[in-house]
């Protein structure tokens, strides 16, 4: 059996095409765009090129895209930036208490720096409301941080809502959309973002490159500093054939791509919650079905060890993860999990997260729920 790959959450294989055109462009297109000889032109063209087109599937000026090294550098910057430059009209902050670590361990550094961050508390479903946004806001608010999708049980949080909200208020909006952005239609400019976070390796582009969307209306300095690149905003030369790849994942992300995307995993769900029931596999959703991204699947099964389901599935060729932070191979417990069900929860123990994306199949899925409710069987015996 070939191996099954369903953890596209953490990353996700790079497509064919940008495989040929990063190759192509590390072949021809050399020059550091910011010489002037006629090599550093061409590759500055493309590099203003890309540019055009991220900004357009923005609805974005190009000159609000800043490239970077993807989504933490975008967190990052925009979080301790708009900190320390605007520290003088507030010291408080606001985010969530499931945010993606590049964000968490931000706020909890500018801690250390004497801010003070509120952590917004979801509910059981992982929902967030907006009403406890508005009563944590207060004059010295200077950002809100919220996830635009979150990255373990897929939940989508209410971002034109709180952009609606802060209309009235001078705090910074801040959105990590790094796991929304392959599949939602996002329009800053009408929902009231000013800084948005994106990663290439989530849709299928390179790793080490992203860009952070900041809003022409709001100034920012520069998290990195030395040369003039990216308009004096992000220092060091261009990753040209990373973002050359990063385009072409992105042009391939079509409206009509992204649709048969949402069709296709929400089938491959009910495939596999159909036969867990159909085998009388007990298991609940974690998050809310209703509203999250399409390619995630969180799943608790009661009984059943996620670590231990994993390791055997591994055996077998078949990649899933828990969804909870990995450093230096140690597993740490869900902090999504852990803000949703409180710290003690069975749950955190037994959840397994399911992603889909480029390279699966119905035939994969059949053979992956197949394994799955087999493996399941074997651990409760």
């Known amino acids: ?54 900004a357009a599937s923005l609805y974005v000026k190009p000159h609000e895209i800043i490239f970077n090294s993807g989504g933490t550098e975008g967190d990052n910057t925009a979080i301790i ?24 361990e931000t706020m909890n550094y500018l801690e250390g ?41 897929g939940n989508l949080l209410p971002i034109e809502e709180i ?27 009408e929902i009231g973002i000013d800084l948005l976070s994106i990663s290439a390796h989530k849709i299928n582009g390179p ?37 050359v790849g990063m385009g072409k994942a992105i042009m391939l992300l079509t409206d009509e791509e992204k649709q048969q995307r949402h069709g296709k995993y929400a089938d491959f769900e009910r495939i596999i919650l159909s036969q867990l029931e159909d ?19 969180n799943l608790w099964i009661p009984g059943v060890s996620s670590d231990l389901l994993l390791m055997h599935l591994d055996l077998q060729g078949v990649a899933i993860s828990t969804g909870s932070a990995c450093t230096a191979g140690t597993v740490e417990p869900s902090h999504v999990l852990e803000a949703m069900y409180g710290k003690d929860h069975q749950a955190i123990k037994e959840s397994v997260r399911i992603s889909f994306g480029l390279g699966n199949d119905e035939t994969q899925i059949q053979q992956f729920v197949s394994i799955l409710i087999e493996t399941i069987k074997k651990i409760k015996q």
Request: no cysteine; hydrophobic share 40%; proline share 5%.
């Open 163 to 189: 952009g609606a909200l802060l209309k009235t208020h001078p705090a910074i909006f801040h959105t990590d959309a790094v796991q929304a952005y392959g599949s939602e239609r996002i329009v800053p400019h």
């Open 207 to 243: 790793k080490g490159v992203g860009f952070l969307f900041k809003n022409d209306s709001i100034s920012l300095p520069p998290l990195l500093h030395g040369g003039e690149q990216e308009e004096k905003r992000r220092a060091g030369t261009e990753n040209l054939a990373g973002i």
């Open 1 to 54: 059996m070939e191996p099954i790959y369903l953890d596209h959450a953490a990353t996700t294989p790079i497509h064919p095409a940008v495989i040929e055109i990063m190759t192509d462009e590390m072949t021809h297109t050399f020059g550091n765009p910011s010489s002037i000889h006629t090599f550093g032109r061409q590759a500055h063209r493309k590099l203003e090129d890309i540019r055009q087109m991220i």
């Open 113 to 153: 720096l004497g801010f003070e961050v509120t952590y917004l508390p979801v509910n059981e479903k992982g929902e967030l409301a907006v009403s406890e946004l508005e009563k944590a806001l207060r004059e010295d608010t200077i950002l809100v941080s919220v996830m635009y999708g979150n990255n373990e049980v």
């Open 81 to 104: 930036e708009v900190a320390l430059s605007r520290k003088d009209q507030g010291m408080h902050l606001i985010t969530t208490a499931i945010e993606h670590p590049a964000v968490l």
């Open 279 to 297: 085998a009388q596999v007990d298991y609940q959703i974690n998050g809310s079905p209703d509203n999250k991204l399409t390619h995630i699947l």
